[in-house]
C-alpha cells in the first residue's frame, strides 16, 4: 500500500520558519517528480513548490526567496523548508508524487498567526 505522509505543520509566528517532511512508503519516490500543494479555507488547491527526479525544483511566485523543496532518495522523503512565514501561508499542505500514478498524502495544517 503506497502512502505519503506529511509531517512538521504546526502553529508558527509571522516571520517563523517551519520544515515540512513528506515520507513514502510502498513506492520508491527515486523516480517520481514530487510536489508540495496547499489548501487554505475557501480556496483551490495550489501548487507551492515542485521537485523533479532530476533535482530542478520550481516555486510559485508567492513563496519564491521563502521556500525550498528538496528531497532524499535514500531516505525516501521529501521536504519543504518554509522560511519568513506569513499569514496568507496558511493552509493545508499536501505532498504529491507523480510517475506514472500520482498520489496524495493527506495533509499537513500549517498556522501563521500572532
Known amino acids: 500500500q503506497v502512502q505519503l505522509v506529511e509531517s512538521g505543520g504546526g502553529l508558527v509566528q509571522p516571520g517563523g520558519s517551519l520544515r515540512l517532511s513528506c515520507a513514502a512508503s510502498?513506492?520508491?519516490?527515486?523516480?517520481?517528480?514530487m510536489g508540495w500543494y496547499r489548501q487554505a479555507p475557501g480556496k483551490q488547491r495550489e501548487l507551492v513548490a515542485g521537485?523533479?527526479?532530476?533535482?530542478?525544483?520550481n516555486y510559485a511566485d508567492s513563496v519564491k526567496g521563502r521556500f525550498t523543496c528538496s528531497r532524499d532518495d535514500a531516505k525516501n522523503t521529501v521536504y519543504l523548508q518554509m522560511n519568513m512565514l506569513k499569514p496568507e501561508d496558511t493552509a493545508v499542505y499536501y505532498c504529491?508524487?507523480?510517475?506514472?500514478?500520482?498520489?496524495w498524502g493527506k495533509g499537513t495544517l500549517v498556522t501563521v498567526s500572532s
Open positions: 504529491k508524487a507523480t510517475y506514472p500514478i500520482i498520489y
Open positions: 510502498g513506492i520508491n519516490i527515486r523516480p517520481y517528480a
Open positions: 521537485i523533479t527526479s532530476g533535482g530542478s525544483t
